[in-house]
């Protein structure tokens, strides 16, 4: 019998966020953003469930995309971070991968490249992120030179990124839309300004172009309630069960480093789960997980391969019992808000050793 620990991932969910995010944007595009595993679930799987759906995926780097091509995904590619070498230039314009163009180093790689055939380009504009990004000023530019250039293909995709959207009383996404609209003003051009926070919450970001990522596995990025991110579905369950049951007497410690001793006689059971399956080492004693239904507090130190949590008050706990690390009743924000991180990180940082199982 195998190990119990593994991550449901609920297709139909998945592609509930999808349509969720496309009913806001409706006579518009929307690219389903898949890197890093697709946030953690599995980016062949989830590429394969929205493929029918979306018109183009996002990703990361090259390495990625070659994933979802090798696994028969034929949609077109946005390599989110543009090329590393006029050697990914080449195989993007084979490959049907979209670059995105972030500075002049990229731009003079294109130019000079030789391409079998024309590469689609989406134009990257530092608007007050100042991470990635051209300059407002040099926009028209750019635009030009990429427009007169015979290998890139004529439709140019201009394109920000949002650094304050899940702040909803931030005034800095504003300040970042005003600052990229006037810089590409005079420009025939589609664009592309919202990620997962800007889709759900800032209706002038919505363009011809949307990026959900974080949404489509069921997260809204926001803290607090709201209107559309409360109607998305949770994609990943992670679940396991308890291997052992035990009684501790008051004064006794459960596991590294004796952080946690019984003030009470406690039982306690033991989970077959810990970091390296991504469960977060810093989540502290009482961070809650689900047995049969109902609550029970985290206790002691999170290890490799298993945690313990306080039963005592539950009326029967017993070996094989269902457990749920994090799912649509306990969600991945509410569990990375206890370990002092954001339910991305938690997500994208689970292990290959954990079995994705499609449901």
Known sequence: MSRPTKALIDIQALQHNFQLAQSLVPDDQCLAIVKAN???HGAVAVAKALEPMAPAFGVACIEE???LREAGISKPVLLLEGS???QDIVRAAGQNY???LTNQQQLDSLLTASLPKPVTVWLKVDSGMHRLGIRPETVGAFYQQLKACNHVCDEIVVATHLACADELSSSFTDAQVKTFKDCVAGLNAPLSIS???GLLAW???RQQWNRPGYMLYGNAPFPEAHQHGDKLRHVMTLTSAVIAVRDVAVGESVGYAASWTATRPSTIATIA???GDGYPRQAPSGTPVIINGQRVPLVGRVSMDMITVDVTDQDSVAVGDDVVLWGQELTANEVAEWAGTIGYEILTRMPLRVPRVCT
């Open 65 to 67: 995309a070659d994933e």
């Open 195 to 197: 990620n997962s926070s």
């Open 203 to 205: 209706p002038e970001t």
């Open 84 to 86: 590393f070498s006029q």
């Open 38 to 40: 697709a946030y953690g």
């Open 273 to 275: 789960v810990g970091y």
């Open 98 to 100: 979209w670059l995105m």
